[in-house]
């Protein structure tokens, strides 16, 4: 009987249709996106299942990358992996015969000796959990010693990848080696954790 009563029943219940109404349009969305989504990756999946090439291609990519982290320096700190690589090259001095030699790791974003510069990791694409490990090798220059230690070094069961190499004709020659090697580091902790 009172007016006002049934005008403000009429407003709840036409707050409540409306309410509704963009509910439903904001559930009909997210179905419609879920809808591309999964008929975009339908697409994909039929795609890929149409070239079975692409299989193989990624078993030979997976047994190279296994083939290639076996060459890494798996050490717990980056300190143990320095301190391996020292040795290791140090061990390959000695067996080849190298004099004077000298080994000095860097950090990774250490520019290099004066007038060479190095390549910044900044660009590299470094895998999570691999650290670059760069040095340099100071040694008196001896032709048929460095062809060997350039073999063991490079035969090894390490890889070193050389970024620069100087020599200086003075008495005695000097060579210096500005070197990098990948290193698996797992005992080191996750920054944001």
């Given at each position: 009987n009172?007016?006002?009563?049934?005008?403000?029943?009429?407003?709840?219940?036409?707050?409540?249709?409306?309410?509704?109404?963009?509910?439903l349009r904001d559930r009909d969305a997210i179905a419609s996106q879920s809808a591309v989504e999964q008929s975009r990756q339908i697409a994909r999946l039929e795609?890929?299942?149409?070239?079975?090439?692409?299989?193989q291609v990624a078993r030979v990519a997976a047994g190279r990358?296994?083939?290639a982290e076996k060459t890494l320096w798996s050490k717990d700190t980056i300190g143990s992996a320095n301190?391996?690589?020292?040795?290791w090259l140090q061990e390959k001095a000695k067996q080849s015969g190298i004099a004077k030699f000298q080994i000095n790791l860097t950090d990774a974003d250490d520019a290099g000796p004066i007038g060479l510069n190095s390549f910044?990791?900044?660009?590299?694409?470094?895998?999570?959990?691999?650290?670059?490990?760069?040095?340099?090798?100071?040694?008196?220059?001896?032709?048929?010693?460095f062809d060997k230690f350039m073999s063991g070094i490079t035969a090894g069961e390490h890889r070193i990848f050389i970024e620069n190499l100087?020599?200086?004709?003075?008495?005695?020659?000097?060579?210096?080696?500005?070197f990098f090697s990948l290193a698996r580091i797992s005992g080191?902790?996750?920054?944001?954790s």
């Open positions: 009172n007016p006002r009563l049934r005008i403000g029943l009429v407003v709840i219940v036409a707050i409540f249709w409306f309410y509704e109404i963009l509910e795609r890929q299942g149409a070239q079975q090439e692409w299989l990358r296994s083939e301190a391996a690589l020292q040795d910044s990791d900044k660009s590299d694409n470094i895998p999570v959990g691999i650290k670059k490990i760069r040095g340099r090798l100071n040694f008196d220059f001896d032709g048929a010693s100087l020599v200086r004709n003075i008495n005695p020659a000097r060579a210096e080696i500005q080191e902790k996750k920054s944001g």
